[in-house]
C-alpha cells in the first residue's frame, strides 16, 4: 500500500458520503425514520461491506478497486441523512464480518 492507495480511498469515501446525502435527502422527506429497512441500502451496505473486507476474494479485480467501490458504497449508507442508514449499515457490517472470519478460519 503507498499513499496513492489510501487518497484513491479517501476521495471515494467522501464521494460516497456527498452522493448519499444527496440522494437519502431526495429519497425521503421527513426528518427521522421510523424503524424501516430500506432494501436498496442494505444490498447496497452489503455489497460495499463485502468489497471491503473481502477483497482477496475477488481475483479478477485489483484489491485497492474493490476496496475503493466498497468504501463508496459504505459510505453512500453512512452518509445518508441523520436517523436514516443505521440498521443497513449494521446489517452490511455483521454479513462482511462473518464472511470475513469464515475466510481467515477456513483459509
Known amino acids: 500500500m503507498n499513499e496513492t492507495s489510501y487518497l484513491l ?7 460516497g458520503s ?3 446525502l444527496v440522494l437519502s435527502y431526495q429519497k425521503y ?3 427521522f ?25 475477488l481475483t479478477f479485480i485489483p484489491s485497492y478497486i474493490s476496496i475503493a467501490i466498497g468504501l463508496f458504497l459504505v ?15 449494521i446489517i452490511g457490517l455483521l454479513l462482511g464480518g462473518i464472511i470475513w472470519l469464515l475466510r481467515t478460519v477456513a483459509l
Open 9 to 15: 480511498y479517501l476521495i471515494s469515501f467522501v464521494l
Open 18 to 20: 456527498v452522493v448519499g
Open 29 to 31: 422527506k421527513s426528518p
Open 33 to 57: 425514520a421510523i424503524d424501516k429497512i430500506d432494501v436498496l441500502a442494505l444490498i447496497i451496505s452489503i455489497i460495499g461491506w463485502f468489497l471491503t473486507l473481502n477483497s482477496p476474494l
Open 75 to 89: 459510505a453512500m449508507v453512512l452518509g445518508m441523512r441523520p436517523g436514516y442508514g443505521r440498521y443497513e449499515t
